[in-house]
Structure formats: structure tokens, C-alpha cells
């Protein structure tokens, strides 16, 4: 059943027309200091980061809590920062008020003045830092609280506190080589992260949820486009650990019905805010490939190392689904939208564009954005790397009316406006 995203939601005497991402309307409080909390663990990640601006622009109010494992909390003052606010809260302390700023223009005209067009801008020719689209709507503030989502009481005095409407679970570790190192870890944070918080909501009767999965629960490709319905065979202890959750949400969902749960898995998330204020900021040598491209393109790296040239591709380089970050975000907005009206009690959803990149087409793409030469070189291929893999969205679009929108130039333009920015 498809949503319509054009249904009156109204949570307050008022209601307002505000962008959804399908470029639709949804009704929404004209007040937004009125409108429903929303705890997103991990939020102060990369793509929570993204998600909670793409929330806030659509009356949520957000409620950040991590305990900051691979994440800063100055994430905040920049979320304060690009939507115009004046304050944050730490722990419940409430802070100033300010200004929302319209962050669904990623394609505007304005934008196209100051960025131009020209696939050769360079960094010099980049904006500055400061706001972009002000109005006049008043935003929340952004309580923060630092914490794991194992320790389930601290979980349950924030979900009363701010009297959470609910959840969107991104916290966890994430990176695949890393996972086969440390695999227990992995299954101690993951999976039993995801428990802890589980029991948490389930006390406080929370009980809808939208659960940061991953593509890589499908493994090695059986066919492509890649559709919810391909065998599920994780390659790796990331990747089990996303699919362990989906069935203990499976389970959950079977034994009470009262449950609203979206599983979304992500394909390759890249790029960053318009602003450039957030992004993918990776502790030491990044294992993903576009801050990698980002760091050779400013210096710091010599050059790129691609894994495989002799693939069954149109170049002989593995081939990946990136979706811009921001396409993310907005699908998780469409998710939560659709909880509201969900028969079922749980459903999972790929978000991809359907489209494959090759790495040295993304090398292109992003020296077309920057100006900047990418030196490469060829290396073996590594251990449980494959040749394609991309997405099909059908069901997204079907049943949430969402689907991918930004190019690949847009991303690589936005990874390197944030790497100019805010990294040193």
C-alpha cells in the first residue's frame, strides 16, 4: 500500500504545509516547538547528523543521544550552526533560540549562481561558511545526551523525559574490515546495543522504530538490481550483526503487534550538507571511498589505491551504489511518515538511486567537482570484494514516495566542499 504523502498529520491545533521529500506536501504543526520528539541514537554520526536537520525542516524535533565513540559533540553546535539556532541542551539544559533555514535547495537557483555549474569549480570558488537560506520559523533546541544504548535506564529516562514519539537507531559500529578483527565488538555493540534499547522503549510503551540496516546483509550478489526479496548472505561480522537485528526485530514485531518498525538498508552513503558544515569525518586513514578521494585531493594522501582493475565492469573497477547523504536522510523522514500508517508491523526497504559507479568514474566525477588531479594506482583486488552491486528502489518509491534525486556530481561537490571547510 502506498502512502500518500499528502494526508493532513496533525499533532497541534494548526498545521502548516512543509516539503516532504518526494518534493510533496505534508501537514505539519505551524509551531514547530509543538511538534513530536524524535531520539535518534547515534545522531551525532554521519548520516544522523544529516537526518536530524532533514527532521527538524519537517516539524520534528530531535533528541540526539551518543556517547560519542566515533563522533564529536561539537556536531551539535554545527546542527545549530546550518539551521540558524542559537542554543543546545546537554543532558536536558535547554539553550537559546533561533532561525530555520531551508535546507531541501540543493538544486536552487541561488545555488547555481554561487556554485555555478561548470563541473571545474574549485575549492577557491567555493562558499563560505554561514547561513544560506534564513527564514523567519523558529526551531527547538537540539537536547543532547551522552550515553551508550546499552545502559537500558538511561535509555528509559530519556525516552520519558522528552516523552519520545520514536526512534530512529543508528548507533553501532560500522566498519567491515574492522568487524572481522574485532568481531566481538561488533556483536556486543550491535546487537546487544539494539536489545538494550529495545527493552527500553518497550518499557516506556515506544514502540516505533526505524533501524539503520545495511545492503551489505545481502552479500555477494545473486542477480542486480539488488531487491528486498535477493537471499540474504552476509559476507562478514558487520554485516551479520545488521542482519541479527532485523530477525530479533522480526521476532519482536510477530509477538506484539502494537510494534511500527522500518528496516532501510543503505547502499553507499557519500557527500555532505549543502552547507558544509557536516559530513563523513573518519578517525585516521578512511576505509571509504569518497573521503579517501577527498584526502588525496587536498594533500594529505599521495594517492588513491584501487583494489581490482580486471572485473567484469565497464572499466574493469568494482561498481557501488553511492546515494547522496542527503537523499538518505530524507528517506528516513519518508520512513518515519510511514509508520504512522503502516498495516504491518515491521517492513524493510533499500534506499539506493538503482544506478552502479565504477571507482575510476567517481575519480572523475570528483575532479570534475574540485579542480583537483586524483593520483591513482592499481592494487590487487581485496578478500570478499565484488564486482557490482546496486540497488533497486522500487519499493521505496512505491510505498514510502521516496526515491534518490541528487547526482553524483552533487555528491563529490558536497564531499569537497566539506573536506575545504571543516577539515584541516
Known amino acids: 500500500m502506498s502512502f500518500p504523502l499528502t494526508e493532513n498529520r496533525v499533532f497541534g491545533d494548526m498545521t502548516t504545509q512543509v516539503p516532504s521529500?518526494?518534493?510533496?506536501?505534508?501537514?505539519?504543526?505551524?509551531n514547530r516547538s509543538d511538534g513530536p520528539r524524535i531520539l535518534l541514537t547515534g545522531g551525532t554520526g554521519y548520516i544522523g547528523s544529516h537526518t536530524a536537520l532533514v527532521l527538524m525542516g519537517a516539524g520534528y524535533r530531535p533528541v540526539i543521544l551518543d556517547n560519542l565513540s566515533n563522533s564529536r559533540q561539537e556536531v551539535i553546535a554545527d546542527l545549530r550552526r546550518i539551521s540558524g539556532q542559537g542554543g543546545?541542551?546537554?543532558?536536558?539544559?535547554?539553550?537559546?533560540?533561533?532561525?530555520?533555514?531551508d535546507h531541501f535547495s540543493a538544486k536552487s537557483e541561488e545555488n547555481r549562481e554561487r556554485f555555478g555549474e561548470s563541473p571545474h569549480k574549485t575549492g577557491a570558488n567555493l562558499p563560505?561558511?554561514?547561513?544560506?537560506?534564513?527564514?523567519?520559523?523558529?526551531?527547538?533546541?537540539?537536547?543532547f545526551v551522552r550515553g551508550d544504548v546499552r545502559d537500558t535506564e538511561l535509555v528509559g529516562r530519556t525516552l520519558a523525559e522528552y516523552d519520545i514519539r520514536a526512534v530512529l537507531h543508528f548507533a553501532g559500529l560500522k566498519a567491515v574490515g574492522e568487524s572481522v578483527e574485532r568481531p566481538m565488538d561488533y556483536y556486543a555493540n550491535n546487537v546487544q546495543g539494539t536489545i538494550?534499547?529495545?527493552?527500553?522503549?518497550?518499557?516506556?510503551?515506544?514502540?516505533?522504530?526505524?533501524?539503520?540496516s545495511s545492503a551489505t546483509v545481502y552479500g555477494d550478489p545473486q542477480y542486480l538490481p539488488i531487491d528486498e526479496a535477493h537471499p540474504i548472505r552476509p559476507t562478514n561480522p558487520y554485516g551479520r550483526t545488521k542482519w541479527h537485528i532485523e530477525e530479533i526485530l522480526g521476532d519482536l514485531a510477530c509477538s506484539d503487534n502494537r510494534w511500527r518498525i522500518a528496516c532501510l538498508r543503505y547502499f553507499n552513503p557519500v557527500g555532505a550538507h549543502e552547507s558544509g558544515f557536516i559530513g563523513e569525518r573518519p578517525s585516521g586513514i578512511p576505509n571509504n571511498l569518497m573521503p579517501y578521494i577527498a584526502d588525496v585531493a587536498a594533500g594529505n594522501l599521495p594517492h588513491l589505491n584501487v583494489f581490482g582493475s580486471d572485473y567484469d565492469t565497464i572499466d574493469g573497477t568494482g561498481v557501488r551504489d553511492y546515494i547522496h547523504v542527503m537523499d538518505l536522510a530524507e528517506g528516513h523522514l519518508a520512513a518515519l511518515e510511514y509508520l504512522e500508517t503502516q498495516t504491518t508491523?515491521?517492513?524493510?526497504?533499500?534506499?539506493?538511486?538503482?544506478?552502479?559507479?565504477?571507482?575510476?568514474?567517481?575519480?572523475?566525477?570528483?575532479?570534475?567537482?574540485?579542480?583537483?588531479?586524483i593520483p591513482y594506482?592499481?592494487?590487487?583486488?581485496?578478500?570478499?570484494?565484488?564486482?557490482?552491486?546496486?540497488?533497486?528502489?522500487d519499493k521505496a518509491a512505491a510505498r514510502l514516495g521516496w526515491e534518490a534525486r541528487r547526482t553524483v556530481e552533487e555528491m563529490c561537490r558536497g564531499a569537497w566542499r566539506y573536506r575545504i571547510i571543516r577539515l584541516p
Open 128 to 143: 563560505p561558511s554561514g547561513p544560506i537560506h534564513p527564514t523567519s520559523d523558529r526551531l527547538p533546541d537540539i537536547p
Open 196 to 212: 538494550s534499547l529495545l527493552q527500553a522503549m518497550d518499557n516506556h510503551a515506544v514502540r516505533r522504530l526505524i533501524f539503520s
Open 88 to 101: 543546545c541542551s546537554v543532558e536536558g539544559e535547554r539553550g537559546g533560540e533561533a532561525k530555520n533555514r
Open 345 to 373: 508491523a515491521i517492513d524493510a526497504f533499500n534506499l539506493g538511486t538503482g544506478n552502479g559507479f565504477s571507482v575510476l568514474e567517481m575519480i572523475r566525477a570528483f575532479e570534475a567537482a574540485s579542480g583537483k588531479e
Open 21 to 30: 521529500p518526494s518534493g510533496k506536501s505534508i501537514k505539519m504543526p505551524a
Open 377 to 393: 594506482r592499481f592494487a590487487p583486488r581485496r578478500p570478499g570484494d565484488i564486482a557490482a552491486c546496486y540497488a533497486s528502489a
